[in-house]
């Protein structure tokens, strides 16, 4: 049980990390036009961003995305197997069980990784800043030195409230219904669960839904995370009911889905990408451990 469950977390951390690095431009993209272009068409805005940073602007804060995913998505996904596991020994497991294990997942998820995302936001929005905002982070290392000795170390968390509920919502959306989405698809329309074709369809599914419910706590938390405080000291967004009624009253009730494109891109994108890692790690090291057993 053990060695299964190690197996579970590595697979689900080494297939968040190679996913992240498929998606991460798309992340980078997403914040940017979530914090800074309103009113501006999607491929405007990749165009401009291009022309203006360059291409390789794009993979700002790769190494705190990396980071991220060793905490969020090996506590994440593995988390919830063990919950969705232990939880199987006294009930069958369906939908309302799935969604429990989900919450559960996300909410640890979120408080476990949370310095690694606000140390990404900022390093992805870095670039757009007028030149005297920027903090011009060297790297993940000098993030985190810079945020403890510059703000204490509860600047870590300054956005967590959104993003536990994202995360939250997240396994549910994401990972507890990629679960039924495979059941789903193996059983009414004959793709096998366990085989690549299963886990794309499913990823596909849950990655939209996952997209649509998670944007505003995305915008919320964005903000959050990147936010100053004014002269008299007082920060901007000081809860999640507070920021999302400042964006609908500066923006629109859409301005809190600002940036949906190239989010729905990373959501989507990393959901099919992790969970096509994730099989093909876990395929492989069966395969091994068989070959093993013959030997």
């Known amino acids: 049980m053990t060695d299964s469950r190690t197996v579970n977390f590595v697979t689900a951390g080494l297939g968040g990390i190679g996913g992240w690095w498929c998606v991460h431009p798309f992340n980078t993209l997403a914040v940017r036009m979530n914090l800074n272009g309103k009113g501006q068409a999607f491929p405007a805005f990749v165009k401009n961003e291009v022309k203006t940073k360059g291409f390789k602007s794009l993979y700002d804060g790769i190494s705190a995305g990396t980071v991220r995913q060793i905490f969020y998505a090996t506590s994440r996904f593995g988390l919830f197997e063990v919950f969705r596991d232990e939880m199987s020994k006294y009930r069958e497991i369906g939908p309302m069980e799935r969604i429990a294990c989900g919450l559960g997942s996300g909410a640890c998820a979120a408080l476990i990784s949370c310095p690694a995302e606000v140390s990404l936001v900022r390093m992805a929005n870095d670039s757009s800043l007028p030149v005297d905002q920027q903090r011009k982070y060297k790297g993940v290392a000098d993030a985190a030195v810079r945020i403890v000795r510059e703000e204490g170390v509860a600047a870590f968390w300054r956005g967590s409230a959104p993003f536990v509920n994202r995360a939250m919502l997240v ?15 193996d059983k009414k329309f004959g793709i096998k669960k366990g085989t690549i074709p299963n886990v794309f369809a499913a990823a596909m599914s849950s990655g939209f839904l996952y997209s649509c419910i998670t944007m505003p706590f995305e915008s ?11 002269a008299n000291g007082v920060l901007p967004y000081r809860s999640i009911i507070q920021t999302f009624k400042s964006v609908a009253a500066a923006e629109g009730v859409l301005g809190l889905w600002s940036g949906f494109l190239p989010y729905y891109g990373r959501c989507g994108g990393h959901t099919v990408t992790m969970f096509i890692f994730v099989e093909l790690l876990r395929d492989a090291y069966t395969a091994k451990q068989a070959a093993k057993s013959i030997a």
């Not at 396994?171 to 698809?185: E, H, I, P, S």
């Open 220 to 230: 919320a938390k964005n903000r959050m995370a990147t936010q100053r405080p004014d």
């Open 171 to 185: 396994g549910v959306t994401q990972v507890g219904t990629l679960d039924q989405f495979k059941d789903t698809y």
